[in-house]
Structure formats: C-alpha cells, structure tokens
C-alpha cells in the first residue's frame, strides 16, 4: 500500500489507474470475503495473513498517495528536484518519511481488524480447531446447550468476549494517541 501510494502520488498517470484498482478494493466487503474464502481455503494464520495481504492494501494506499499529493509541491521536495536529486532519492529520502506517521497507524487499525477477524471466524467455526483462541473458546462456549439458562456464560462466555473487547480497546487507544502526536492539530493544543 505504501509503495503505491508513493507511486500513485508521484506519478500522476499512473495514480490515477491505481487509484481505480483501489476504488475497486474498497468496495469489496472484507468480513463476508473472509467467511467466503475461509470455507473454501484451509483455516490458518496463514490464510489470514494471505486475505489482509490480499486486500488491506487499498485504504493505506489511498492515505499514502493523499499525503504524497500533499507534500509534492512543499518548498523542500522543490529545492531537490532544483538541486537536480532523482525521482527515487526524493521518493526515498523526502516523501516517504511524511508517511511513517499514517502507515503506523494505519497498521495499528489493521491490527484491530485481524484481530476481530480471527475471532470471529473461529467464533463461527472457520477457523482452525488446532489452535486455542478467544474466538475458539466463544464457540465451545455456545455450543453448551444451557449456557444462558445458567451462570456457565460468566465462566465461558463473558472472559473471552471481554478479553477481545479490551484488546481492540486498548489498539484503539493507542491509535488515537500515535494519531494525536503524529498531528498535533488534532490534539487541540494552539
């Protein structure tokens, strides 16, 4: 995603056909696709892996390429191209620092949606049996026929379901301070 987004917001015949593929990924719903893909394909880390790979790219490309655009015409990236630097030493050593601070959060929020997916296919019985998971123990847990009907949900049920949650929680967190200190002016401070 970040290669091309440098690419897309160099160049720009070539962002604008990158930024149609992109526009084709991001309508394509990923949770759905997940399930899809895990009947079909063996239940792994792996295969999770091969599925964010497949299609995480898009929205870090799209930030990237924004930010490139952005930074381009600054007065520094200028008096490189006038001291007569390639287009490599200014993609390299100018633009592509400017984007560490939203490839890191943009790696945090995909973090979160690995997380949310592994659970969730385990949780449905799509992911792999071998490996112990909260989404795994969510889905032995209601597979007790009287779970609700007795206090076994606050055993089974309720520590996993929070241990998810506070994780997220706390990506999320995370992420909104990387995002407040990679920008100070969402911070609110003058």
């Given at each position: 995603g970040v290669a091309l987004g440098l690419i897309g917001g160099t160049y720009d015949r070539s962002g604008f056909a990158i930024m149609r593929v992109v526009d084709v990924f991001v309508v394509i719903p990923r949770f759905p696709l997940i399930v899809f893909l895990a009947a079909f394909l063996r239940p792994g880390f792996w295969t999770l892996v091969l599925f964010f790979f497949l299609f995480g790219w898009p929205k870090t490309t799209?930030?990237?390429?924004?930010?490139?655009?952005?930074?381009?015409?600054?007065?520094y990236v200028e008096a490189a191209?006038?001291?007569g630097a390639g287009d490599l030493?200014?993609?390299?050593?100018?633009?592509?620092?400017?984007t560490f601070s939203?490839?890191?959060v943009?790696?945090?929020v995909e973090f979160q949606h690995v997380i949310i997916a592994e659970s969730g296919l385990s949780f449905l019985g799509l992911g792999d049996p071998t490996v112990k998971s909260w989404g795994a123990i969510l889905h032995y847990a209601f597979e007790y026929p009287t779970i609700f009907i007795s206090d076994i949900w606050v055993r089974w049920a309720l520590p996993p379901g929070m241990c998810i949650m506070l994780v997220v929680l706390g990506l999320t967190f995370v992420g909104f301070s990387l995002e407040s200190w990679v920008n100070p002016r969402l911070s609110g401070e003058r």
């Amino acid at each position: 995603g970040v290669a091309l987004g440098l690419i897309g917001g160099t160049y720009d015949r070539s962002g604008f056909a990158i930024m149609r593929v992109v526009d084709v990924f991001v309508v394509i719903p990923r949770f759905p696709l997940i399930v899809f893909l895990a009947a079909f394909l063996r239940p792994g880390f792996w295969t999770l892996v091969l599925f964010f790979f497949l299609f995480g790219w898009p929205k870090t490309t799209r930030l990237v390429r924004s930010q490139i655009l952005s930074e381009r015409y600054n007065g520094y990236v200028e008096a490189a191209v006038a001291v007569g630097a390639g287009d490599l030493r200014i993609l390299v050593r100018h633009l592509l620092p400017s984007t560490f601070s939203l490839t890191l959060v943009r790696f945090i929020v995909e973090f979160q949606h690995v997380i949310i997916a592994e659970s969730g296919l385990s949780f449905l019985g799509l992911g792999d049996p071998t490996v112990k998971s909260w989404g795994a123990i969510l889905h032995y847990a209601f597979e007790y026929p009287t779970i609700f009907i007795s206090d076994i949900w606050v055993r089974w049920a309720l520590p996993p379901g929070m241990c998810i949650m506070l994780v997220v929680l706390g990506l999320t967190f995370v992420g909104f301070s990387l995002e407040s200190w990679v920008n100070p002016r969402l911070s609110g401070e003058r």
